[in-house]
């Protein structure tokens, strides 16, 4: 009755566990969303003022492509990192989300094959069972920080039916940063086996330690296979406005971007006014500030989970999310406990099981991902909980 | 090397001619744009004030399904025409556009069939070449201004691979309007045939000299199968802010619609707040206001049209468009040498040739489609350039 590749859509782990939480909600227990990337940063003042400025008397419909002072302010902010795209390179999409269904619409037939390190962003499955794609996973190790393996073994999984390679850096789930050698090497691949490349670097301020990266936007060899994804939700706290980008040199790619632009007439009219003056008054300043406070949040995870017993765990370099290992044989099982059957000082804790952004779902049976977009006394009181609740559950 | 269905893609009469009309902008000509249904009222202040008064400081996601005040605003201004549906049966998406792509992702596999009157909504094309979804044209007659054939005519064109029957009313690009019966036969056939019915009613309050027409959402004996497609672009002048809806009473296909609204996460937070206010505080009043602004405009128009020589038309009964006959063998000829060759008193005007809206091209090779959200003297203007263009066009 329904499309076979609709009927295909998993739930995302990132909300799996929602249900299970309702008896802890009506219990009154607060509940801490280590599940959700949703950053508590204030969005800058400059968002709302320039709304709040927006002259006309009627909300009209923008241009299909963006407004044209946001592509301006987004070219800048590129050029500021010696990133060199044109206007008409540079199209505005309803968040990254869009960007990248309207990318892998444009590449892909159903049935082609796209290549992605897992464990990977659980809502790209959204995207491949809509469009009937084939994930084919590169495997990475969790003991190894998710490193991408050799050249050697990519380039084994590529067949007649890749069309791309495909990744997010920095890295959700994972909180890997690739290298600048590793995506080199990708970019090889990419030239050498004529496949697009299609990076999502909606996380790209958010590095920490000075991690030695670098955007696909600087590889100008490459240009038209690279396809950037990106987005202001994470970069200035604004999930909520849906201001996404793609930028590629391709002119038939972006021609195609461009039709499917029209297809939905605009995006919201508001929001890129809001966007355009992000890009054009915040800088390095800015993203320096955000980037400290991620990442005093980051030590302070670390830290403390790592001196929890069993809980296995890489530092995380960049994003807002790690995977860590739980002392449990079943992650999941052990996440709807803590929702349902556990709490300290009248809290709980909502984690997103890992499995689910794997491929290969065994690789991540006793593993989640905890995001940690949250203050530290929150961070704080839900690393308790998950120590504690560890205990009991092993002892029951 | 690109998706095949992506290269099926073809521009919307709307835009296809906005290249033409370089020449005349370079030299300073005004441009009347008929081609576009973007409305000149002004939004309601109520919009606007919503979102200054927005008092979180972080723009964060909104529920993937749409913000429940919203939901619930739009459920009261469906129970004031009695038609009820509950939280669950309401899914909040980007635009009217997203709307529809959602349904018929969820409805179709590629290869089935859509039932459509034509001339249609040129923009549905895009959305049945990404999903490459089979139209199959239901004929109607310009000279009996677009009314529905027999029922006996369209079970005619029903296949097994048909899936849904879909529609605008009131109509785009027609301005038709179906009676209640020409309704009640298609949720029949709907019922017999066991297909969707997919009812674009986004110009629902446009209906002019008391034409006796109905929701779909009144035809409550076949809820399952009824799709409403619905959005606040032209009921509130607010085509800026995307902010569509679906409402369906099968639990099923609303399961699916809630996984895509998931996939993209959210839409954008701000114009949810100002729709919400729009569906609370506006009521029948407004409603009528703006009925009363678009018939004075309506009935300048279709006099004006009319005495046209050559010009051919049906008054229009709803909606903001009409479909009129021009006294040319090529009325896409006549456009772009309107745009490029022509002026009257430094403006010129564009049109959107009806062809593309039709699956026969040949049926609407010497027609245009009009929009005539417009004040009434640029309209004037438009239609005193016409009536000079014609002439001097066929005199060359």
Same mark, same amino acid.
């Given at each position: 009755?329904?499309?076979?590749?609709? *009927?295909?859509?998993?739930?995302?782990?990132?909300? @799996?566990?929602?249900?299970?939480?309702?008896?802890?909600?009506?219990?009154?227990?607060?509940?801490?969303?280590?599940?959700?990337? *949703?950053?508590?940063?204030?969005?800058?003042?400059?968002?709302?003022?320039?709304?709040?400025?927006?002259? @006309?008397?009627?909300?009209?419909?923008?241009?299909?492509?963006?407004?044209?002072?946001?592509?301006?302010?987004?070219?800048?902010?590129? *050029?500021?990192?010696?990133?060199?795209?044109?206007?008409?390179?540079?199209?505005?999409?309803?968040?990254?989300?869009e960007a990248l269904l309207f990318t892998l619409m444009t590449l892909f037939n159903a049935g082609e094959e796209v290549l992605i390190p897992e464990p990977y962003y659980a809502n790209y499955n959204s995207f491949f069972a809509m469009l009937g794609i084939k994930v084919v996973g590169i495997p990475t190790k969790f003991e190894d920080n998710f490193k991408l393996p050799s050249k050697e073994v990519i380039e084994s999984l590529i067949t007649e039916k890749t069309k791309a390679i495909m990744?997010?850096?920095?890295?959700?789930?994972?909180?890997?940063?690739?290298?600048?050698?590793?995506?080199?090497?990708?970019?090889?691949?990419?030239?050498?086996?004529?496949?697009?490349?299609?990076?999502?670097?909606?996380?790209?301020?958010?590095?920490?330690?000075?991690?030695?990266?670098?955007?696909?936007?600087t590889f100008i060899d490459n240009q038209e296979r690279i396809i950037i994804i990106d987005s202001i939700s994470k970069r200035f706290s604004t999930c909520g406005a849906r201001v996404g980008t793609i930028l590629n040199k391709n002119k038939d790619f972006m021609g195609y971007i461009l039709k499917l632009c029209q297809s939905r007439l605009a995006i919201s009219t508001l929001d890129m006014i809001g966007a355009e003056a992000l890009y054009r008054c915040l800088d390095e300043k800015y993203y320096q500030s955000v980037n400290r406070k991620y990442m005093e949040r980051r030590d302070f995870l670390f830290e403390g989970l790592k001196k929890i017993?069993?809980?296995?765990?890489?530092?995380?370099?960049?994003?807002?999310?790690?995977?860590? @290992?739980?002392?449990? @044989?079943?992650?999941?099982?052990?996440?709807?406990?803590?929702?349902?059957?556990?709490?300290?000082?009248?809290?709980?804790?909502?984690?997103?099981?890992a499995k689910g952004f794997y491929q290969r779902e065994e690789l991540g049976l006793n593993k989640v991902r905890i995001s940690y977009a949250l203050e530290l006394d929150r961070l704080e009181k839900a690393i308790k909980t998950i120590e504690l609740g560890l205990k009991k559950y092993n002892n029951r």
């Open positions: 009755m329904f499309s076979k590749n609709i *009927q295909n859509l998993k739930t995302s782990p990132v909300r @799996e566990l929602i249900p299970y939480s309702k008896k802890s909600k009506d219990a009154g227990i607060d509940i801490i969303h280590l599940n959700i990337g *949703q950053p508590d940063l204030e969005t800058p003042k400059e968002f709302f003022e320039a709304i709040e400025s927006f002259g @006309e008397k009627t909300i009209a419909y923008s241009d299909s492509s963006g407004q044209k002072e946001l592509i301006e302010s987004i070219k800048k902010y590129y *050029q500021k990192m010696n990133i060199n795209y044109e206007n008409d390179e540079i199209l505005i999409t309803a968040g990254g989300s990744f997010s850096n920095p890295g959700n789930p994972t909180g890997a940063v690739y290298s600048r050698d590793e995506l080199l090497m990708l970019n090889e691949i990419s030239k050498e086996k004529n496949i697009f490349m299609i990076s999502d670097e909606v996380y790209r301020e958010f590095i920490y330690d000075g991690k030695d990266t670098v955007s696909c936007g017993d069993g809980v296995v765990l890489n530092k995380p370099e960049g994003a807002f999310y790690c995977i860590i @290992e739980l002392p449990v @044989e079943d992650a999941t099982d052990f996440s709807k406990w803590l929702l349902g059957e556990f709490s300290y000082e009248g809290s709980t804790v909502m984690l997103a099981p």
